[in-house]
């Protein structure tokens, strides 16, 4: 008791028509162009997500290679030649008052170099600290 072919032509042929046709492939193609976007911007999500998650790891990996880096003996050489030209740019006067004079006329060079160093350890030591703390240890 199947419905023959003829009679199926029957019932749908008068709604076949061009207006008609164009309206159903113009549903189509706005509900593939939904699922193509909705797609889309699921993995540009994903994508984002992913290249974050890619940038942290990296930013952690050269964190801990540029801490290695600086506590090596080149690291060292640069931090003094860094503290040398800080020392040589500390500006002549701050408004009236005559900060780089009486700087460079109270602290020397090296006393200047032993104070940036010792701030930079302590720096490192709190940078530590912190990261222990957030690690739970």
Not at 121 to 132: F, K, Q, Y
């Amino acid at each position: 008791m199947g419905v023959s072919l003829e009679t199926a032509a029957a019932l749908v042929l008068p709604y076949v028509t061009v207006p008609n046709i164009l309206g159903l492939a113009l549903v189509l193609v706005g509900a593939a162009v939904y699922v193509i976007r909705r797609d889309a911007r699921v993995l540009a999500r994903q994508a984002v997500a992913a290249a974050y998650r890619n940038a942290l790891k990296a930013a952690e990996q050269l964190q801990e290679e540029g801490i290695r880096w600086l506590l090596s003996d080149e690291g060292a050489s640069y931090r003094k030649a860094v503290v040398n030209r800080a020392y040589d740019l500390l500006p002549t006067t701050i408004g009236p008052v005559p900060v780089g004079v009486v700087v460079r006329t109270l602290i020397t060079r090296e006393r200047f170099a032993q104070m940036v160093e010792a701030a930079f350890c302590e720096a490192l030591e709190v940078a530590r600290r912190i990261d222990i703390d957030g690690d739970g240890a």
